[in-house]
């Protein structure tokens, strides 16, 4: 994983709030730190107060063998919540003056760390208070994948609505390559009662999206 930490995180004793911040398919923790762009844009929101000051991990989500979104499948997405329960917040909140409650945690990634972040985020709202999904949504014509996911949201509607501040979700318009599978799945939301918040910026499939993504998520967090 990279980390960052806000300015003056060094010269202060005080404990901030965490966004962990999850790559697409074919790419690893390098994606956000580099491409993403993620300490500028980090840095000049803060400097601006338009965003509260953070830690963000940026984590390799790649599960072994699983080939990116093409081996993608129930048991992938287990693996990756385990992965971030048992691993990374463990790590992080030991080595890193991090707030440990869920109002203080937050959960977002691009393509297919939009679907780790739908699987581990809405299976544990117990954990994560915001839920940012980028360019992403369940694959429409995989019933067998998508159809756990919508029961548990069936299910859990009520307490999705309660404990998640922010379903943020957001797409590079029409260009997008998961235009569809994120319309078919907000409208699935619907259906089901599950709150969400959407916002749409024309570039499709792409980093100049994603940070965009970024920019306007950082700053409805932990507010």
């Given at each position: 994983?990279y980390?960052?930490t806000?300015?003056g995180y060094?010269?202060?004793?005080?404990?901030y709030?965490?966004?962990y911040?999850?790559?697409?398919g074919g790419e690893?923790q390098?994606g956000?730190?580099t491409?993403?762009?993620?300490?500028?844009i980090?840095d000049?929101l803060?400097?601006?107060s338009k965003a509260?000051?953070?830690?963000i991990?940026?984590?390799d989500?790649?599960?072994?063998?699983a080939?990116?979104?093409?081996?993608?499948?129930?048991n992938v997405l287990?693996a990756f919540e385990?992965e971030?329960k048992?691993?990374a917040?463990?790590?992080?909140?030991?080595?890193?003056?991090?707030?440990?409650?869920?109002?203080?945690?937050a959960?977002?990634?691009l393509s297919?760390?939009?679907?780790q972040?739908?699987y581990a985020?809405i299976?544990n709202?117990?954990?994560?208070?915001?839920?940012g999904?980028?360019?992403?949504g369940?694959?429409?014509?995989n019933?067998?994948?998508?159809?756990?996911?919508?029961e548990?949201?069936k299910n859990?509607?009520?307490?999705?609505?309660?404990?998640?501040k922010?379903?943020?979700?957001?797409m590079?318009g029409q260009?997008?390559?998961?235009?569809?599978?994120?319309?078919?799945?907000m409208?699935?939301?619907?259906?089901l009662g599950?709150?969400?918040?959407y916002s749409e910026y024309a570039g499709?499939?792409?980093?100049p999206v994603?940070r965009?993504d970024?920019?306007?998520?950082?700053q409805v967090?932990f507010k």
């Amino acid at each position: 994983m990279y980390v960052y930490t806000p300015p003056g995180y060094d010269q202060s004793s005080a404990k901030y709030p965490v966004l962990y911040l999850l790559h697409g398919g074919g790419e690893d923790q390098r994606g956000w730190a580099t491409q993403g762009r993620t300490d500028l844009i980090l840095d000049n929101l803060i400097a601006e107060s338009k965003a509260k000051p953070m830690i963000i991990v940026m984590l390799d989500g790649n599960m072994g063998g699983a080939g990116g979104l093409a081996g993608f499948n129930e048991n992938v997405l287990r693996a990756f919540e385990n992965e971030l329960k048992l691993g990374a917040i463990p790590f992080v909140e030991s080595n890193f003056r991090a707030e440990t409650d869920a109002k203080n945690r937050a959960l977002a990634g691009l393509s297919m760390g939009g679907l780790q972040t739908l699987y581990a985020g809405i299976k544990n709202t117990n954990l994560f208070a915001h839920l940012g999904v980028f360019s992403s949504g369940w694959f429409a014509n995989n019933t067998t994948l998508s159809g756990p996911q919508y029961e548990f949201m069936k299910n859990n509607a009520t307490t999705i609505n309660t404990n998640l501040k922010h379903l943020w979700i957001s797409m590079g318009g029409q260009q997008d390559i998961a235009f569809n599978n994120c319309k078919v799945m907000m409208a699935k939301f619907d259906e089901l009662g599950v709150k969400y918040q959407y916002s749409e910026y024309a570039g499709g499939h792409t980093w100049p999206v994603w940070r965009h993504d970024l920019f306007m998520f950082a700053q409805v967090l932990f507010k």
